[in-house]
T-cell receptor
Framework: DAKTTQPPSMDCAEGRAANLPCNHSTISGNEYVYWYRQIHSQGPQYIIHGLKNNETNEMASLIITEDRKSSTLILPHATLRDTAVYYCIVRASGGSNDMRFGAGTRLTVKP | NAGVTQTPKFQVLKTGQSMTLQCAQDMNHNSMYWYRQDPGMGLRLIYYSASEGTTDKGEVPNGYNVSRLNKREFSLRLESAAPSQTSVYFC???????????FGSGTRLTVV
């Protein structure tokens, strides 16, 4: 009963924007959308999260549709170091045991 | 640098041996977590501690025990290791609310 659906893999050219989609059609009103990435065998790295408004930080932008059933993580100028597995997670605010990681999307940035 | 520190980084155990994985964070976070990641798969939650003095089971707690020693430290113990526990173990921490988690670099455990 995965809460999110992501494509298993994507490619992106170096220097171009990488747009990673995520479907979460059963998201509840109090659930946030989180994005993490895992480079090679390192620990996952938190990227960004949002509730319903679009969010931007130094790493990425998060675009959430108005009905909140899907979102897109945007890496504006992908580099080779952005090659990683990207995880989209929905989670209620304040929860302690519901940051559940699925299979994610393997993004490969190519020269 | 501030963050989550895990020890050891690598460990090989024989079936039936016991060991404790250590985790410490210096960000004054309230909550701490133990995950395992099997090859080619996502992370699965083993145990978590929402705050100092409390621990609870996650998705895959069988074969493990945990101790929240103090606010900084959260250890994971394998009492009798089995080959099925061969995995990479990640510790993470977070503050209350909707903050993201900070992960350690992992412990790669092989049980032969």
């Amino acid at each position: 009963d995965a809460k999110t659906t992501q494509p298993p893999s994507m490619d992106c050219a170096e220097g171009r924007a990488a747009n990673l989609p995520c479907n979460h059609s059963t998201i509840s009103g109090n659930e946030y959308v989180y994005w993490y990435r895992q480079i090679h065998s390192q620990g996952p790295q938190y990227i960004i999260h949002g509730l319903k408004n679009n969010e931007t930080n130094e790493m990425a932008s998060l675009i959430i549709t108005e009905d909140r059933k899907s979102s897109t993580l945007i890496l504006p100028h992908a580099t080779l170091r952005d090659t990683a597995v990207y995880y989209c997670i929905v989670r209620a605010s304040g929860g302690s045991n519901d940051m559940r990681f699925g299979a994610g999307t393997r993004l490969t940035v190519k020269p | 640098n501030a963050g989550v520190t895990q020890t050891p980084k690598f460990q090989v155990l024989k079936t039936g041996q016991s060991m404790t994985l250590q985790c410490a964070q210096d960000m004054n976070h309230n909550s701490m977590y133990w995950y395992r990641q099997d090859p080619g798969m996502g992370l699965r939650l083993i145990y978590y501690s929402a705050s100092e003095g409390t621990t609870d089971k996650g998705e895959v707690p069988n074969g493990y025990n945990v101790s929240r020693l103090n606010k900084r430290e959260f250890s994971l113990r394998l009492e009798s290791a089995a080959p099925s526990q061969t995995s990479v173990y990640f510790c993470a921490s977070s503050d209350f609310g909707q903050d993201g988690y900070t992960f350690g670099s992992g412990t790669r455990l092989t049980v032969v």
